[in-house]
């Protein structure tokens, strides 16, 4: 046993001390002259695989070269971190395009790849408060792409509003407190409903990105306020969590229900009537910006502007059959 | 003449036979080292140490509870439940007015201390009142992550001070050309300048802590009960071991690991996460199999566990750098147990637990 584990350490040591000769050999080479982007995306989920999309379309445009790491399985740092830092260690990378899984986490591992040479552009989720022309400990990202949370969470209050009469009560399913897009989304929901005297927030439930749970709790929420009029959920799993929960309550059509993201089961929830409002970030838009933003700085130094903010689409039951709406929908 | 050659190579099948995991380790080694490029450096070396602590941690504590025949579900959702525990006290004591080192250090003796209570009911439960293990801590699995989630539903477990970064995110030994060498603190370079950055400082606090439990459950008397419960308790009552006791001392000691890795996880996330360590649970009990250990108690080595959890490091990280998605680790992982399990079985050991090897 002991023979065992001296054995191994010497040759770990023995690795180890010729690693680094190999290791700068293998960057150089990687290397060469060609541009190297890297996508991190958050998790396995429609949205992110529209983004990748985006990214490679940019990329194959532009002739650069374009490394997708794996998928997360499940959303926070200690599942995206050793992603990131084994994607990178492959060398050769010259810019990262990710989802930080937290405002927090994330900001001293990418102030490390930063350090090392490596840019960084933060998209759909940011670092901080997300504000990066000010300097900050989180600021070195060169921009931030991806949607205005807030004001979306802003517009739909408006139009969940205009769906129950601007009055009752409303609820909100939504995933994470730690993660910059929905905590904006909740915020600016929040702001938006307060301008209706006659509608009351009875709850805001955190289902942590578990479909399951966001049904449990909206089944829960309805059970203590049965006459709840509205909801909103404000990513995938909350929104098809939300709707399985009215339907099982046997509430479709009762309850009105605003989403967030328009993936091809939301609009299929839509069309047959058993959500009522659809809002689509523009993923593929952001994936494809944020490679020609990143291959312009690159390149000639272009200043990037530090917030790059494509705008929302809205799907209703009016506009869901509308052919020129159909590059929204995250397939 | 014949006969002795014979045996002699039969034994040298049996020594290779049992020690197929470090040669497995090997075979990875070189295989990713030969087909990943930039798999063989420092940095990737360093970092499936600093990424695996959660599970040498986590599979530590599993390894002492399945030695004595149980098992504990409930260390990945302990491990969350410390993470939040720990990062709210430690911001709250800041709010109050404290110095961030003594807030740091109180908030993590605290949550110790509070992370022995899980395992303090699971031994009783157990012990006392002969609730099977896996119900047990099964049902602490569900009431722990649902107290933190209780937790932070005003707010997420964050706002940690600058030094908890610098602790988890730190390294032991520094040197850059120009700067030279440095102990903990990382000298300021240019950006895109070499830096030599060796041992990740919570590396060494995780391996502190399993080098002294190696020595407890080798060496000392406490570790000699934990294996005689495990393989006769019968045996263990009659010659006077207070069985019931032990155990609760086992299972306060798992959820202890637990809790420091809750702990750590805070340092080098600087927020608290209830599911942090969800994902780490099937891969310690895997570590732990890997390792030799058998479920129904009674053998099993530290050193073999970080082991076990080591070839699962190198294939995550492994295939990661090749860019291979790791759905393929979860079938590899899965061959390797059932392998684990099979070849122990042709290859029956010396006993891992006796002192003379």
Redesign the interface.
């Known amino acids: 046993m002991k023979k065992g584990f001296i054995l191994l350490a010497s040759l770990m040591l023995l690795v180890i001390a010729g690693a680094p000769l190999f290791a700068n050999g293998g960057t150089d080479a990687a290397t060469d002259e060609e541009i190297t982007i890297l996508f991190m995306p958050g998790i396995a989920d429609p949205f992110y695989y529209m983004m990748e999309k985006g990214v490679r379309a940019k990329g194959e445009e532009l002739g650069i070269n374009i490394v997708v790491a794996e998928f997360p399985k499940s959303w926070g740092p200690e599942a995206q971190v050793p992603i990131l830092e084994a994607t990178v260690a492959r060398g050769g990378v010259d810019m990262v395009l990710i989802a930080p899984t937290s405002v927090d986490a994330l900001i001293t591992p990418l102030k490390k790849l930063y350090d090392q040479g490596i840019e960084i552009i933060t998209v759909d989720t940011y670092l901080g408060d997300g504000d990066y022309s000010k300097s900050s400990e989180y600021s070195f990202p060169l921009s931030y792409i991806g949607s205005d949370n807030e004001k979306g969470g802003r517009e739909i209050a408006e139009e969940l509003a205009k769906l129950i009469g601007e009055q009752g009560k409303v609820y909100v399913n939504t995933t994470n407190p730690d993660v910059s897009s929905v905590a904006g989304r909740v915020k600016g929901f929040k702001e938006g409903i307060a301008k209706y005297p006659n509608i009351e927030l009875v709850g805001v439930d955190f289902n942590l990105d578990v479909q399951q749970k966001a049904t449990d709790q909206t089944l829960a929420a309805l059970q203590k306020d049965p006459d709840i009029a509205g909801i909103f959920a404000t990513n995938v799993f909350s929104s098809q969590g939300a709707y399985q929960a009215v339907v099982n309550a046997g509430l479709t059509g009762a309850v009105k229900i605003a989403t967030w993201d328009a993936t091809v089961d939301m609009i299929a929830a839509l069309k047959k009537g058993e959500v009522d409002l659809v809002l689509a970030q523009k993923p593929y838009e952001i994936g494809y910006l944020a490679v020609e933003w990143g291959y312009k700085f690159l390149t000639d130094g272009t200043e990037v502007p530090k917030a790059v903010i494509p705008g929302f689409e809205y799907f209703t039951q009016a506009n869901v059959d509308d052919p020129a709406k159909d590059e929204f929908i995250y397939k | 003449m014949n006969a002795v050659t014979k045996r002699k190579t039969t034994n040298l099948v049996m020594e290779l036979g049992r020690?197929w995991a470090?040669i497995f380790?090997?075979i990875e080694?070189v295989f990713f080292?030969l087909f990943?490029?930039?798999?063989?450096?420092?940095?990737?070396?360093q970092?499936i140490f600093f990424?695996g602590i959660?599970v040498f941690l986590l599979g530590t504590a599993e390894l002492f509870v399945i030695i004595t025949g149980g098992i504990d579900l409930s260390v990945g959702y302990v491990m969350g439940f410390a993470s939040i525990i720990s990062a709210k006290m430690i911001s709250a004591f800041i709010q109050a007015g404290m110095q961030h080192l003594p807030a740091l250090i109180l908030g993590i003796v605290l949550t110790l201390i509070i992370g022995l209570l899980p395992g303090l009911i699971n031994g009783l439960l157990i012990s006392r009142l002969r609730v099977p293990p896996f119900i047990a801590t099964f049902s602490m699995l569900g009431i722990t992550h649902g107290v933190a989630?209780l937790l932070?539903?005003d707010?997420?477990a964050?706002n940690?001070p600058?030094l908890a970064?610098l602790i988890g995110?730190g390294y032991f030994l520094y040197w850059a050309p120009g700067p030279g060498l440095s102990l903990f603190i990382r000298p300021e370079?240019p950006?895109?300048g070499f830096i030599l950055e060796l041992i990740p400082n919570i590396v060494i606090l995780a391996f502190i802590v399993i080098g002294i439990l190696a020595y407890v459950l080798k060496r000392t008397v406490f570790g000699q009960h934990t294996y005689a419960i495990g393989g006769n308790v019968d045996a263990a009552i009659r010659s006077g071991i207070n069985v019931g006791r032990h155990k609760v001392k086992i299972y306060m000691l798992s959820s202890f690991l637990a809790s420091l890795s809750g702990v750590i996880?805070v340092l080098?996330?600087?927020?608290g996460?209830?599911?942090?360590g969800?994902?780490s649970l099937l891969d310690a009990i895997a570590a732990v199999v890997i390792g030799g250990a058998s479920l129904y108690g009674g053998k099993g080595?530290v050193?073999?566990t970080i082991?076990g959890a080591l070839i699962i490091a190198v294939l995550?990280?492994g295939l990661?750098?090749m860019?291979i998605?790791?759905f393929d680790k979860y079938i590899i992982v899965g061959v390797i147990l059932i392998s684990a399990v099979l070849i122990d079985k042709v290859f029956p050991e010396k006993t891992?637990t006796d002192n003379k090897?």
């Open positions: 020690r470090l380790l090997l080694l080292s990943a490029q930039g798999f063989m450096s420092l940095r990737v070396f970092m990424f959660t989630e932070i539903l707010g997420a964050k940690m600058h970064n995110n370079i950006r895109g996880y080098m996330y600087v927020t996460k209830g599911d942090a969800a994902s080595t050193w073999r082991l995550e990280t990661r750098v860019g998605p790791t891992y090897e």
